[in-house]
Structure formats: structure tokens, C-alpha cells
């Protein structure tokens, strides 16, 4: 094996100084999901079904084969930073978003069953452009 500089590994590879000691702020995961998601603008994403309903324990653990969060997850840069699974509450927890932002961003009750990466991408991009208000309001309002 040859002793190579970051730099030189960067001429001739995609290499991001980001390790798993790194660590990313808020706004850098939340963005960098975002961005995953935008990457396959019309992949069908599946949502979960009426994660406003179930209790705090099962919403949790609640997740959708080729969710949004499944998305994140796939990313090994997301995975360094510490997202543990695609759960609902791995979800909660590594984003640091509420109950009504990741039900705004993953519930079927906004966009059905399915929906497209652009729109998924839109609306986790919603909870860090200070429309969270108008997201806790509609949540209010609808449930």
C-alpha cells in the first residue's frame, strides 16, 4: 500500500474529510438529507400510515421499506454522523425534529402512500426554513 495526501486521494477519487468523529450539525444533516433526496427527484418513496395515531413506543419504531428515512439511511456519510436505522424515532432523534415536523415530512395523511423524492425533499427542507409554525399549525388543525 502507498502513503497518498488527502489531496492527492482527492485528484483521483470522490473523498469527503467527513469520518466518524466528525460531526455534523443540525442544519448539515437535515440539508444533506434533503439533498439525498433531490438526487432521484421521481423515486417512489413509501410513507408511513397514521403515525399521529400510534403510540409513542410504536411510532418509534414504525418504519416503510423505501421511506424517506430509508433514504437517509442508505447514506454512509449520515450513517458516520450517527443515524442508527430508518426508523421513525432514530429519525426524530439524529434530525432533532418533533413529532409534527417528521409527521409533516413522512406521514401518508399529507401524501399518500407514496410519494416522489423532489417532494420529499421539499418538505424536510420546510422544517429548517422557520415554517415550522405554519407545519405545528396544520398538524393542530388536522388532528
Known amino acids: 500500500?502507498?502513503?497518498?495526501?488527502?489531496?492527492?486521494?482527492?485528484?483521483?477519487?470522490d473523498v469527503n474529510s467527513l469520518g466518524p468523529t466528525s460531526t455534523m450539525t443540525r442544519t448539515q444533516r437535515i440539508e444533506?438529507?434533503?439533498?439525498?433526496?433531490?438526487?432521484h427527484p421521481v423515486?417512489?418513496?413509501?410513507?408511513?400510515?397514521g403515525?399521529?395515531?400510534?403510540?409513542?413506543?410504536?411510532?418509534?419504531?414504525?418504519?416503510?421499506?423505501g421511506s424517506p428515512i430509508t433514504v437517509a439511511f442508505e447514506d454512509p456519510?449520515?450513517?458516520?454522523?450517527?443515524?442508527?436505522?430508518?426508523?421513525?424515532?432514530?429519525a426524530k432523534r439524529f434530525f432533532e425534529l418533533s413529532d409534527w415536523q417528521l409527521h409533516d415530512i413522512v406521514c401518508s395523511c399529507h401524501a399518500g402512500t407514496l410519494t416522489?423524492?423532489?417532494?420529499?425533499?421539499?418538505?424536510?427542507?420546510?422544517?429548517?426554513?422557520?415554517?415550522?409554525?405554519?407545519?405545528?399549525?396544520r398538524y393542530v388543525l388536522m388532528h
Not at 500500500?1 to 477519487?13: D, F, S
Not at 416522489?116 to 399549525?137: H, I, P, Q
Open 51 to 65: 403515525t399521529e395515531y400510534l403510540p409513542a413506543a410504536a411510532r418509534g419504531l414504525a418504519r416503510a421499506d
Open 77 to 90: 456519510l449520515l450513517r458516520a454522523a450517527g443515524l442508527k436505522n430508518d426508523t421513525y424515532g432514530e
Open 43 to 49: 423515486r417512489s418513496l413509501g410513507m408511513l400510515i
Open 116 to 137: 416522489e423524492g423532489k417532494s420529499a425533499a421539499a418538505t424536510v427542507r420546510r422544517s429548517l426554513n422557520g415554517r415550522r409554525f405554519l407545519v405545528w399549525l
Open 1 to 13: 500500500m502507498r502513503h497518498q495526501m488527502l489531496n492527492e486521494l482527492q485528484a483521483i477519487a
Open 32 to 39: 444533506r438529507w434533503a439533498d439525498l433526496l433531490d438526487k
